[in-house]
C-alpha cells in the first residue's frame, strides 16, 4: 500500500465555510424561444433538462425556488448528458444542467456547422471518483496509472502486484452519460477510453452493486454521489500537479476539491439557450441556481464545491 503523508482533518478545513458571493455570472450571448407573454424571470412554467447522474442536487433548488418565486412552475426532466446536449445544441430546449463541459465531438460538431456555443453559467464543482469493495487489496492509487488503464496501456498492473489482473472500470450510462464523458474530458484530457477496460451499466445504484461484491472492478461515480456510502471504499488518489510538484493522496473530500488538492474536477454547468432577460423564467432560474445563497448552500451541504462562494479554511498548526 502507497504510504500516505498526514493530511489536515477535512471536516476542520470546512468549518471556516462563510457566507455566499452573489454576482451574475458572465454569459455570452446566444438564441432565444417565444415564450409565453406572462412569463417573466420569477413567473411563468419551464422544464429543466438534468444530467440524470445530479438529479439529487436539484431537488432542493427546486424547492427553494418554488419558495421564493411561488408564481414559477419549474419542472425537472432527467435525461442523459449527450442526450441533453443534443437539444441545447439544436436550440430544441431552453434550459439544462449538467455535469460535463463540452465534449470534443459537441466541440468539432458546432464548429463544423458555424454553430454558437451555448450560454452556461457555472453552479458547481463536483468530482469524479473511484471507488473500490471494501476488500480490495488498495486504498490508495496514483492518477497517472487510472489514466494509463482506462487509455488501455499495457504495464500499469506491475505497479500493484496485489492484483491479478487489469481491473475493470464500470461507468453508469454508458457513452451518453456525464460520467464516461468526464472519463474523456477530465481524466484522458480529450482522448477516448479502451473499451476493453470498461463496463457499462444503467445506473449509479447498478455500479455500486457490481463493485461492492467483485475486486476485479473499479467504479466511477461522483462525489455527491458516493459521500455517505459506506458499502464502498474511494480511492485515494496521488498524482503530479500542474506545476510539477506531487501531491501525496488526501481522502475523497470536498476540502480538498476546495483546496485544488484533488486531480479530478467536475464543472457542473447550467447552459440556457437565451438571452439575459428579465422576461425569461429559463434564464431566472439560472439566475437562481447560481446567485441564491439557499441554493448555493444546498450544494454545499451535498458535499460538493459550490461555484459561488468565499471560503476560509483553517489548517492544523504543526
Same mark, same amino acid.
Given at each position: ?12 478545513? @470546512? ?60 419542472? @425537472? ?71 494509463? /488503464? ?82 464502498? &471504499? ?13 501531491? /501525496?493522496? &488526501? ?9 485544488? &488538492? ?20 429559463? #434564464? ?9 445563497? &439557499?441554493?448555493? #448552500? ?16 483553517? @489548517?492544523?498548526?504543526?
Amino acid at each position: 500500500m502507497t504510504t500516505m503523508q498526514t493530511t489536515p482533518d477535512p471536516n476542520r478545513l @470546512l468549518a471556516g465555510a462563510v457566507a455566499m458571493l452573489l454576482f451574475a455570472s458572465v454569459l455570452i450571448s446566444c438564441g432565444g424561444e417565444d415564450r409565453p407573454p406572462t412569463e417573466s424571470a420569477v413567473a411563468g412554467e419551464v422544464t429543466v433538462l438534468v444530467d440524470e447522474e445530479i438529479r439529487p442536487l436539484l431537488d432542493s433548488i427546486v424547492i427553494y425556488h418554488a419558495r421564493e418565486n411561488p408564481r414559477a412552475q419549474v419542472t @425537472l426532466k432527467t435525461l442523459p448528458a449527450s442526450v441533453i446536449m443534443h437539444g441545447m445544441i439544436d436550440r430544441s430546449d431552453r434550459v439544462a444542467i449538467i455535469a460535463r463541459d463540452y465534449t470534443h465531438q459537441e466541440d468539432s460538431l458546432m464548429s463544423a456547422a458555424q454553430i454558437d456555443t451555448v450560454a452556461r453559467a457555472l453552479i458547481a464543482r463536483d468530482a469524479l471518483v473511484f471507488f473500490v469493495a471494501k476488500s480490495f487489496p488498495y486504498d490508495t492509487m496514483n492518477a497517472e496509472h487510472i489514466r494509463q /488503464w482506462l487509455a488501455g496501456k499495457g504495464g500499469v498492473t506491475a505497479s500493484y502486484p496485489k492484483l491479478k489482473r487489469p481491473p475493470v472500470f464500470v461507468v453508469p450510462g454508458g457513452s451518453a452519460g456525464s460520467v464516461y464523458g468526464n472519463i474523456s474530458n477530465v481524466v484522458l484530457r480529450g482522448g477516448q477510453p479502451s473499451n476493453a477496460m470498461l463496463a457499462t451499466v444503467s445506473a449509479h445504484s447498478d455500479v455500486v452493486h457490481q463493485v461492492v461484491g467483485n475486486t476485479d472492478l473499479i467504479g466511477v461515480g461522483y462525489l455527491s454521489q458516493i459521500r455517505k456510502d459506506t458499502s464502498v &471504499k474511494p480511492l485515494r488518489l496521488s498524482y503530479t500537479a500542474a506545476d510539477g510538484t506531487h501531491e /501525496w493522496p &488526501k481522502p475523497v473530500h470536498a476540502s480538498y476539491l476546495i483546496m485544488g &488538492k484533488y486531480p479530478f474536477p467536475v464543472p457542473i454547468f447550467a447552459y440556457v439557450n437565451s438571452k439575459p432577460s428579465q422576461h425569461d423564467l429559463a #434564464f431566472g432560474f439560472m439566475q437562481f441556481a447560481t446567485r441564491s445563497s &439557499k441554493a448555493q #448552500f444546498s450544494l454545499f451541504n451535498a458535499g460538493i464545491e459550490p461555484a459561488h462562494a468565499k471560503f476560509t479554511l483553517y @489548517l492544523p498548526e504543526d
